[in-house]
């Protein structure tokens, strides 16, 4: 709310920034209203016979209000979207409550990050309904001891390649060929070791130790096509 209320305070707008959390909160309402009663999005649900639900919530900065996401994992639409200072299980439990009450069909499922608020707001709005974990979280948890092979496969191979930075020091100034392409492989190398990854789709120590073989090999090549020039 203060970023924006400041925004359009440096455009020239003369406005509180209670008059922007009130617009806000306003905009909220008539956004979860258009979802929930939009006849396309009815007819959709209805044409599919369920639905899945699947509840998020997004902090974009610590002690800001959540924006809570309901979509339905079927279709891809949002069926609810709604700002909260709070999100206890009731208040959980309501948004559920809401979105039940429009939809044309039944719920099938609800599918979240497992967080102990959700779980309890589905078991109390949606008793007779399944809860299961997002694929995502899923798998982050089944991959943990993975996860921390990578990380240490990926802490041994920086240990390798820390004495870039001498060799960047000797050839920084040196503008032949040969210094030139010295200076790009430490630039590769220095970006490899900056690139991350998230498990448990994507392996940081698996995706350095590639980059790194790569880099590798494409030296082996130009050594070979140097020797081959002086033979």
């Known amino acids: 709310m203060a970023e924006i209320h400041q925004r359009l305070r440096d455009r020239g707008v003369s406005i509180s920034e209670r008059s922007v959390t009130n617009q806000l909160e306003r905009y909220d309402e008539l956004v979860a209203l258009s979802l ?13 016979k369920r639905v899945i639900l699947a509840l998020d919530g997004m902090q974009p900065q610590m002690g800001h209000e959540v924006l809570w996401v309901i979509r339905d994992c079927l279709s891809g639409e949002v069926l609810l979207a709604r700002t909260l200072l709070s999100a206890t299980q009731d208040d ?9 009450a429009e939809l044309p069909v039944p719920v099938a499922g609800v599918v979240s990050d497992g967080q102990q608020s959700i779980r309890k707001a589905v078991a109390k709005a949606l ?14 948890e089944a991959v943990r001891p993975l996860y921390a092979a990578d990380r240490h496969a990926k802490r041994e191979l920086k240990k390798r390649v820390r004495g870039i ?9 040196r503008e032949d060929p040969e210094g030139v392409a010295i200076q790009g492989y430490c630039q590769a190398v220095r970006s490899a070791l900056t690139a991350g ?19 590798s090999e494409s030296l082996e090549r130009a050594e070979k096509k140097g020797r081959s020039r002086q033979s």
């Open 197 to 215: 990854g998230r498990p448990p789709l994507d392996a940081a120590g698996l995706r350095l130790q590639q980059r790194l073989t790569s880099i």
């Open 165 to 173: 930075r001498p060799l960047e020091q000797r050839f920084e100034d």
């Open 92 to 100: 959980l439990a309501k948004l559920l409550r809401e979105v039940h």
């Open 127 to 140: 008793p007779e309904v399944a809860h299961g974990l997002c694929h995502f979280h899923y798998l982050r």
């Open 36 to 48: 929930g009663h939009s006849p396309r999005v009815q007819q959709r649900l209805k044409d599919q």
